[in-house]
């Protein structure tokens, strides 16, 4: 059974950064592109990022683009998501998913594209 849990939500000032932790059980026997959204309350969830199973592919939404970072370490089973330059509207719950299929060369940033979800980490920024 594929379990997500995403790690290092908070709160933090406008301008500052966090780093987002997925951690993905058999990522490493089992690479699958892998894939950050948020939902603010209110609001429909929104792609964020997403990297290939290899890590050499990866998506960005047009709103984080030049400040976010997605980057993936299989050895340890882990997707980061390096977030800088923060900004109010990002605030919401983050989510990380997982592609249905291994080997996933793809990294494009659709939710129908991911089969398997995490429980989710609150990212709140505010003065």
């Known amino acids: 059974q594929l379990q997500l849990v995403e790690s290092g939500g908070g709160l933090v000032q406008p301008g500052g950064s966090l780093r987002l932790s997925c951690a993905a059980s058999?990522?490493?026997?089992?690479?699958?592109?892998i894939g950050w959204f948020r939902q603010a309350p209110g609001k429909e969830r929104e792609g964020v990022s997403c990297?290939?199973?290899?890590?050499?592919?990866?998506d960005y939404g047009d709103s984080v683009k030049g400040r976010f970072t997605i980057s993936r370490d299989n050895a340890n089973s882990i997707v980061y998501l390096q977030m800088n330059n923060l900004k109010v509207e990002d605030t919401a719950v983050y989510y990380c998913a997982a592609s249905p299929i291994t080997w996933s060369p793809q990294a494009t940033c659709v939710a129908a594209r991911f089969s398997h979800w995490g429980q989710g980490t609150q990212v709140t920024v505010s003065s």
């Open positions: 058999k990522l490493t026997s089992e690479p699958r592109a």
């Open positions: 990297i290939s199973s290899r890590g050499d592919n990866t």
